[in-house]
């Protein structure tokens, strides 16, 4: 049996003009190609985007900008994603900086400002109180003439929210010490005692305000050692300090 035979038809070759036409077309676009890896190249060799950090720094804050550099340097491994929120974690960690305004100007040229806490109360021995209200705990405590607070930690927003009403009904008188156990009681300049004890503290300290306005001039042991128990429902005991 004859086999079939299939004619193919053959394509014609290239001419060498054609290919080097074909190569030109295509030139441009493979030298655009080169020339945006050997700029990409560059630039990640360059030091155009390597971070820039802009500091002010508030006074109140002893330690330099090397400090607070060397706090967020294991955030720039990876120069183009840099994290604003986690510099921000990172430096409002440290226990004097009550806050951190984090910015970017231009790629990786950030401005940061820190603010440092402003000493409200003194918090036991242990650390301070803010005139915010937060509770922090350096490990290097300073020397502060602000009231003592004695309470325990997870009290500390509404305890100082207490405090600045008291202090609101005394003034002018000043509050030298807030201690909040089972009941409340405040010491006043120059060491007057108050005792408000665990409910309508509000209340007691303005009959307190009254009753010491009447008698502070009638003796001096008053003004200067007095103990006034507010916790009666018609007016007041008075004792005295040891001294």
Do not use: C
């Amino acid at each position: 049996m004859a086999r079939q035979r299939f004619n193919r038809l053959n394509k014609p070759k290239k001419s060498t003009k054609a290919v080097v036409q074909q190569l030109g077309q295509k030139l441009p676009f493979l030298l655009l190609i080169l020339a945006i890896a050997v700029i990409g190249y560059n630039l990640h060799r360059s030091h155009l985007f390597e971070p820039e950090i802009s500091w002010t720094i508030d006074e109140k804050l002893s330690k330099s900008e090397i400090h607070y550099e060397q706090l967020i340097t294991p955030l720039f491994d990876n120069k183009y994603l840099i994290s604003l929120a986690e510099l921000k974690t990172n430096l409002e960690a440290e226990p004097w900086i009550a806050s951190a305004e984090v910015n970017r100007f231009f790629w990786n040229k950030i401005d940061i400002e820190l603010t440092a806490h402003t000493i409200a109360m003194r918090w036991q021995d242990k650390g301070y109180i803010s005139t915010e209200g937060a509770l922090f705990k350096p490990e290097v405590l300073i020397t502060s003439e602000t009231p003592l607070a004695v309470v325990d930690e997870n009290e500390t927003p509404k305890f100082f929210e207490d405090y600045q009403l008291y202090q609101a009904i005394l003034t002018p008188l000043v509050i030298t010490k807030f201690v909040r156990g089972q009941i409340d009681t405040l010491a006043i300049e120059p060491d007057v005692g108050i005792i408000l004890g665990h409910q309508k503290q509000e209340r007691r300290l303005r009959d307190f305000v009254k009753a010491y306005n009447n008698l502070k001039q009638t003796s001096r042991k008053i003004r200067t050692r007095g103990i006034f128990d507010m916790r009666y429902a018609k007016g007041f005991a008075l004792s005295y300090q040891q001294q």
